[in-house]
Nanobody
């Protein structure tokens, strides 16, 4: 099993920056990709960004492209989400998730649904004030 644990969420003003961390324990050699999702109040959980197991490929939702950056530190088994130029609409609970099983016929860029990920953290809250 793989266990992600998120941290770093807090209240920030619009235009500010935050870095979320996702510490991954367990069988870390088995994960194929790590994804970040977010869920606002009364909304469904949505894809934000992902990084593949080599760290060489990343993908982003259009709403965060150019503002958010996903990265990983193999030595620390940690994945990061650097969020810049935050907007009130970025307010949400942010979740880190691990994909450990190949989705047949679908590549890295295509696996963006919550169902494409196998292990989830508990989430960290980000609030952006206007």
């Amino acid at each position: 099993q793989v266990q992600p644990v998120e941290s770093g969420g807090q209240l920030v003003q619009a235009g500010g920056s935050l870095r979320l961390s996702c510490a991954v324990s367990g069988r870390t050699s088995t994960w194929l990709a790590m994804g970040w999702f977010r869920q606002g109040p009364g909304k469904e959980r949505k894809f934000v960004a992902a990084i593949n197991w080599t760290g060489r490929r990343t993908t982003y939702d259009d709403s965060v492209k150019g503002r958010f950056t996903v990265s990983r530190d193999n030595a620390k088994n940690t994945v990061y989400l650097q969020m810049n130029n935050l907007r009130p609409e970025d307010t949400a609970d942010y979740y880190c998730a691990a994909q450990t099983v190949w989705r047949t016929g679908r590549g890295f860029e295509e696996t963006r649904a919550p169902a494409d990920y196998d292990y989830w953290g508990q989430g960290t809250q980000v609030t952006v004030s206007s």
